[in-house]
């Protein structure tokens, strides 16, 4: 109920945007996250990104952010299991609540992003 202005809430996200650097900064040295093939490093990290794009975030890898992570993620939605595993099951009025209450708290995002570390 406290957004943002939860206990940890900012931290978190702090935390959550450090990992997607650092999956740009391991996919400057090869293809996937563990190596040059498709492996479960890939699969786990998916659910969680996926769920970023689904709360209209991916402002935080796109537009040049994190390139790497979004031509990662763009090659992610390719994978023929990736629609069936997290989004054609999703009811369509969660998809849209995610979508239009992220985007509302997205200028609230992108002000805590500017504040991370090494930004």
């Known amino acids: 109920m406290n957004g943002f202005d939860a206990v940890g809430a900012e931290s978190k996200l702090k935390l959550y945007d450090l990992y997607l650097h650092k999956m740009d900064e ?14 479960l490093a890939d699969i786990a990290l998916t659910p969680y990104v996926n769920r970023l794009d689904m709360m209209s975030m991916s402002a935080m890898w ?10 990662w993620f763009e090659r992610i939605k390719l994978r023929p299991s990736f629609a069936p595993s997290l989004l054609e099951w999703c009811p369509e009025d969660l998809t849209q609540d995610l979508k239009n209450f992220g985007a509302k708290s997205w200028p609230e995002v992108e002000i805590i992003l500017a504040k991370a570390p090494g930004q």
């Open 62 to 71: 796109e537009n040049g952010r994190l390139p790497r992570v979004a031509d």
């Open 26 to 39: 391991t996919l400057a040295t090869r293809t996937w996250l563990a190596g040059d093939n498709f492996t």
